[in-house]
Structure formats: C-alpha cells, structure tokens
C-alpha cells in the first residue's frame, strides 16, 4: 500500500479545468392561456472553467470558483405537442467549495463540496409559439470526488466526477407570458490542472 508523503507546504493555488456535461431531465412550467407542464429536452454539453483558493495542508482547503457550461435545447413538449426548438441553455456558476483529501506518494485522492450561485439563460426559438430568450439567478450547490497525480513538486493533472444541483429559475418569453423551470442537476466528468504557488 501507498505511505502518506510528507505534507506539501501550505499555500496557494490556482486550477482550470475542463469537461464533458450530462444533464438530467428538465421540468417546468408555461402559462399560455393557462398554465401547461412542460417537457425540456436537453443534449450534453461541454463545462470549462477555473479556480484560485488556498491549502493549509494536503488534507483541507478553501477555494473560489467560476465555471460556464453551455448544452443544446432540442424540444419541449407541452400539453402533449411536442415544438422541436434551436438555441442552447448557458450557465455561469459562482462557487465556494471545502476539498477534503490525502496525499499518497503521488496521488491525491480527494471529496469536495461548494455552494453558491448560477445564473441560467435559455436563448431558444422555438416554431409557431414565443421564443425565449432570459435569464435568471438561482441557488447552485454541488459535491465532487476526483484524484490528482503530482507531475511536479507544484503541478499536478487529475480528473474528477462533479454533481451540480441549480434551484428553480424564472423567465418570461418574447409574447410575455411567464416560463418557469423546475430545479434540475447535471453529472460533469472533467479534468484538472492544478499549480501550487507556496506559502
């Protein structure tokens, strides 16, 4: 088995990282002459973005986080009529996340969890009723569990599983009737580059 390295200093760092989104399914709401459930149909997408925080050891550390993730919206059903749309459904998550792990010889296993904010835009046109195009801020939290391997003394590459929960938003179309999309969550896979600065 692995021994536990000697700790690495404590200091700062900063990551970006990069990945595939698998989002789950949509729900919510359109009142259009009454109010209708409706269906949203959402492709994967793709997730990038970057963090800077601080490790006060190789067991615990704080970090600030942005990350945008894009997906394409191909239909919503309503009322049992399904409207094949174009146009893509756009995120910007805010996060402060808690890491929690280990170092052993090169490897880092590691668990996380973040909480914050993310503002969600739907642009979509959608054929005979009102397009939408409007965003909206909602609570987002999210846990995540990944391994970095040390290419370096400062620099490491690693991947991690992440799961996103984005709370329920409001919107109104381009005929100004209301939309609403229930809370949903997202499976991310990505990898990660990560380099230390010291103390």
């Known amino acids: ?78 009322g049992g009529v399904t409207f094949n749309t174009s146009g893509d459904a756009r995120i910007l998550t805010l996060m402060g996340n808690v890491i929690v792990g280990n170092q052993y010889d090169r490897w880092r296993p590691y668990v996380g969890v973040g909480a914050g904010a993310a503002l969600v835009n739907i642009d979509v046109t959608v054929p005979i009723i009102d397009d939408l195009d409007d965003s909206d801020w909602a609570f987002a939290a999210q846990a995540m569990a990944g391994v970095d391997f040390s290419l370096t003394d400062t620099v490491s590459l690693g991947a991690r599983y992440r799961y996103i929960r984005i709370g329920s938003t409001d919107y109104t179309d381009d005929g100004d009737d209301p939309v609403s999309i229930d809370s949903f969550g997202t499976h991310n896979i990505e990898a990660v580059l990560k380099v230390k600065f010291g103390g």
């Open 1 to 78: 088995p692995f021994e536990p390295a000697p700790l690495p200093p404590a200091g700062f760092y900063a990551s970006l990282h990069a990945g595939y989104v698998i989002p789950e399914d949509v729900d919510g709401e359109i009142v259009f002459g009454g109010t209708t459930g409706i269906d949203v149909e959402v492709e994967d997408g793709y997730r990038i973005g970057g963090s800077v925080g601080y490790d006060f050891n190789s067991m615990i550390g704080v970090e600030a986080e942005v990350s945008y993730s894009a997906t394409d919206v191909d239909s919503i059903t309503g």
